[in-house]
């Protein structure tokens, strides 16, 4: 059965060509009211070769038999784009939030409490390079699990490559570790994310660490401050060359994930009565004046 694609940005249209590169048909699912429709689209992929797919459009708010359904919309976008398919998709089908940040992995079960849902991560780099072009620009790793009882992986997001991961919120919380240092520094100071290895960095990102770690050990993340420095400096390393996605909004002029990153960090500190300076700061450069 089909899987639906809902947002379809960079990593949901390479999402959805992988699918019908393994014999698995996929709907990019689009704003409601529209036409069904299908279009050409191209991927550039990590061999450099082109190839080209007819990929199907389908309105979110018109039924269609769908097993899965991957969302990729930013994380500011998310519950409004589900909001339409909420209204028809049965109870049963997973639907996996794969977005930068947390917040939505909390709201979306308690606004839709009888679906069934996932989340996941992926690290992969992906650039657009036209509406219907897209450049696969790193392998990355992929990971998802239940955020309700324990289920088996659904077998598209394994033909994706996607780990089954039970403590899959332990996961979330690492890569918003990443995310919160390498995403609002790159964006506000519009480099690459190689950039951040330089010596001038060191002493801001040390700061910003320490105030992750002293959340992550109130909400049942324990891990030194040193360990999550080292994943944000070889993740730094490893897409050295990239420019982060939140880099790529705030070039676009586009709303950014801020408020699901480091937004979502102070609302907890602040929850929890933890003094987050550097964070705090770091936001506040970036928030529209
Ligand atoms: O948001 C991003 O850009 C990515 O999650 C990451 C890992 C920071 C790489 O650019």
């Known amino acids: 059965m089909t899987v639906g694609v809902l947002g379809a940005g960079a990593l949901g249209q390479l999402l959805a060509h992988q699918l019908i590169e393994h014999g698995l048909p996929a709907h990019l699912l689009t704003r409601p009211g529209g036409q069904p429709e299908t279009l050409p689209h191209q991927l550039i992929g990590l061999d450099g070769q082109t190839r080209q797919a007819e990929l199907p459009r389908h309105p979110s708010d018109r039924p269609n038999p769908l097993s899965l359904v991957l969302v990729l919309t930013k994380a500011h976008h998310c519950l409004e784009a589900l909001a339409p ?5 049965p109870n049963s ?7 930068n940040g947390l917040g939505p992995q909390f709201e979306a079960p308690k606004r839709w409490p009888t679906h069934s849902w996932w989340a996941g991560s992926l690290t992969d780099g992906a650039l657009r390079l036209a509406p219907r072009q897209v ?4 392998q990355g790793v ?9 289920a088996p992986i659904p077998p598209a997001l394994a033909t994706l490559g996607f780990e089954s991961d039970p403590d899959i919120l332990a996961a979330l919380w690492q890569k918003l570790t990443v995310n919160l240092v390498i995403n609002p520094l790159t964006a506000r100071d519009r480099v690459p994310n190689g950039a951040l290895l330089k010596a001038a ?3 801001e990102i040390a700061a910003l660490c320490q105030e992750i770690t002293a959340l992550g050990q109130a909400l049942g993340y324990p891990e030194p401050a040193e360990a999550v420095r080292d994943r944000v400096l070889t993740v730094a390393q490893a897409t050295a060359a990239n420019r982060s996605s939140m880099l790529q909004d705030v070039e676009a002029g586009r709303p950014t994930e801020l408020p699901a990153i480091t937004g979502y960090l102070l609302a907890e500190a602040r929850r929890l009565e933890l003094p987050c300076p550097h964070h705090r700061r770091l936001m506040a450069s970036l928030a529209p004046a």
């Open 85 to 89: 398919l909420m209204t028809w998709l």
């Open 93 to 99: 089908v997973p639907v996996v939030l794969l977005h």
């Open 135 to 138: 450049r696969h620009t790193g």
């Open 142 to 150: 992929r990971r998802a699990g239940p955020l309700g009882p324990d």
């Open 201 to 203: 960095y060191q002493p």
